[in-house]
């Protein structure tokens, strides 16, 4: 009976030990036996879903991650069960589940057979590492600054034009047959185009600085402006013309001005994107009643009614300019609008390609009445 009590309790220790070994992994594991069942998962993998382990172990996978009475078509979609038992090979996939408050949630599976023999007979388990994509997207200022770097060639050519006046007015001080006046015209000359340099940087920083925890008074008009300003070396670099139709009264978003900038920075990038030669975008901001309205058009390929319900989800990449893209700018900008509660909307453009159009909250309406 000692001994026996002393197996039990070594038995408990590793079966803890395992389960601790499990749930310090950061992606979501579960195990899943030949008949659907969940017999392992970890903390990782409950959280994924919103529910307690209790509800996850001995479920089916089926209804856990996808909410099913029954086992998925495998002509539909990938069932890592249906596909390893023959194959010896790991399996990665993209796949939705289902989380219990937030609905459907974006995720790379990577699933590889278990073959486990047991009283004389094998039996087949699969293990599934589960990777929320959604985390992959977090915007983090290191993010922020890393895409910030691709408009540093812009940024040169901005500040290069004012600092080569201002280089020539100091030159013209060097001559000694410079009167008065002239030499006022230089001073003024020199003032103008340092603060040119200033509003540049000004700009730029606006786009780096780290969002507040609160959102706040956003000038739409304003953030459209200064970010194009940037935007303009590269645009003629591409020989691509940027239209902007902006609303003439005052538009007033509830957002954050840094995260604003850095939506359109990522649209108009990515209209830049969609096209193998030169090209148009058109840039519009317009009053919807509560929402304000952000529209960003090009003339280029456009977006395929099948590429439609992935263009947002993260690594999904589908450039006409030759380039290699991470798959992440309009990821991020959809992660972006959804943090202020707003909505983003691809469509076709009357200008031949494709349309986004963001609806941010505005902060002047009134209900019932005029904003």
Request: glycine content about 6%; some cysteine; overall charge negative.
């Given at each position: 009976?000692?001994?026996?009590?002393?197996?039990?309790?070594?038995?408990k220790?590793?079966?803890?030990?395992?389960q601790?070994?499990?749930d310090?992994?950061?992606d979501?594991?579960r195990v899943?036996d030949?008949?659907?069942?969940i017999i392992?998962?970890?903390?990782?993998?409950?959280e994924?879903?919103?529910?307690?382990?209790?509800?996850?172990?001995n479920t089916?996978?089926?209804?856990s991650?996808?909410?099913?009475?029954?086992p998925?078509?495998?002509?539909?979609?990938?069932?890592?069960?249906h596909?390893?038992?023959?194959?010896?090979?790991?399996?990665?996939f993209?796949d939705?589940h289902?989380?219990?408050?937030?609905?459907?949630?974006?995720?790379?599976v990577?699933?590889?057979?278990?073959?486990?023999?047991?009283?004389?007979?094998?039996?087949l388990?699969?293990?599934?590492?589960?990777r929320?994509?959604?985390?992959?997207?977090?915007?983090?200022?290191?993010?922020?600054?890393?895409?910030?770097?691709?408009?540093?060639a812009?940024?040169?050519?901005?500040i290069?034009?004012?600092?080569?006046?201002?280089?020539m007015?100091?030159?013209?001080?060097?001559?000694?047959?410079?009167?008065?006046?002239?030499?006022?015209?230089?001073l003024?000359?020199a003032?103008?185009?340092?603060n040119?340099?200033?509003?540049?940087?000004?700009?730029?920083?606006k786009?780096?600085?780290?969002?507040?925890?609160?959102?706040?008074?956003?000038?739409?008009?304003?953030?459209?402006s200064?970010?194009?300003?940037?935007l303009?070396?590269?645009?003629?670099?591409?020989?691509?013309?940027?239209?902007?139709?902006?609303?003439e009264?005052?538009?007033?978003?509830?957002a954050?001005?840094?995260e604003?900038?850095?939506?359109l920075?990522?649209?108009?990038?990515?209209?830049?994107?969609a096209?193998?030669?030169?090209?148009?975008?058109?840039?519009?901001?317009?009053?919807?009643g509560?929402?304000?309205?952000?529209?960003?058009?090009?003339?280029?390929h456009?977006?395929?009614?099948s590429e439609?319900?992935r263009?947002?989800?993260?690594?999904?990449?589908?450039r006409?300019?030759?380039t290699?893209?991470s798959?992440?700018?309009l990821?991020i900008?959809?992660?972006l609008?959804i943090?202020?509660?707003?909505?983003?909307?691809?469509s076709?453009?009357?200008l031949?390609?494709?349309?986004?159009t963001?609806?941010?909250?505005?902060?002047?309406?009134e209900?019932?009445?005029s904003?």
């Amino acid at each position: 009976a000692g001994n026996l009590e002393q197996a039990m309790a070594a038995i408990k220790t590793r079966e803890a030990f395992q389960q601790a070994l499990i749930d310090a992994i950061p992606d979501g594991v579960r195990v899943i036996d030949s008949d659907y069942r969940i017999i392992a998962a970890n903390n990782a993998y409950c959280e994924q879903l919103g529910v307690p382990a209790e509800q996850v172990l001995n479920t089916y996978c089926y209804r856990s991650s996808h909410g099913r009475d029954a086992p998925c078509v495998p002509t539909l979609v990938t069932c890592p069960i249906h596909e390893l038992r023959e194959a010896r090979h790991p399996i990665k996939f993209l796949d939705r589940h289902c989380h219990d408050e937030k609905g459907p949630i974006e995720v790379e599976v990577y699933a590889a057979p278990l073959h486990f023999q047991q009283e004389m007979q094998g039996d087949l388990y699969v293990v599934e590492s589960i990777r929320n994509l959604a985390d992959q997207v977090h915007y983090s200022h290191e993010q922020k600054l890393s895409d910030l770097g691709q408009l540093a060639a812009g940024v040169a050519h901005e500040i290069r034009n004012p600092l080569t006046s201002l280089q020539m007015a100091l030159n013209g001080f060097e001559e000694n047959a410079v009167d008065e006046a002239l030499r006022d015209d230089y001073l003024e000359i020199a003032k103008h185009e340092i603060n040119r340099c200033l509003e540049v940087n000004d700009r730029l920083l606006k786009l780096s600085t780290l969002p507040p925890s609160n959102t706040e008074l956003v000038d739409l008009n304003g953030c459209v402006s200064e970010t194009l300003s940037l935007l303009n070396f590269e645009a003629e670099q591409r020989q691509v013309t940027i239209e902007q139709r902006l609303d003439e009264k005052p538009l007033r978003a509830l957002a954050t001005d840094s995260e604003v900038r850095m939506i359109l920075l990522n649209l108009v990038q990515n209209a830049f994107h969609a096209m193998d030669g030169s090209g148009r975008v058109r840039v519009t901001t317009n009053e919807a009643g509560k929402f304000l309205s952000l529209s960003v058009e090009d003339d280029g390929h456009g977006v395929a009614e099948s590429e439609e319900k992935r263009i947002f989800d993260p690594f999904f990449s589908r450039r006409h300019d030759g380039t290699e893209g991470s798959g992440l700018g309009l990821a991020i900008a959809k992660s972006l609008v959804i943090r202020h509660s707003g909505s983003i909307q691809v469509s076709k453009s009357l200008l031949g390609g494709a349309s986004f159009t963001v609806k941010l909250h505005n902060a002047d309406y009134e209900p019932g009445g005029s904003a």
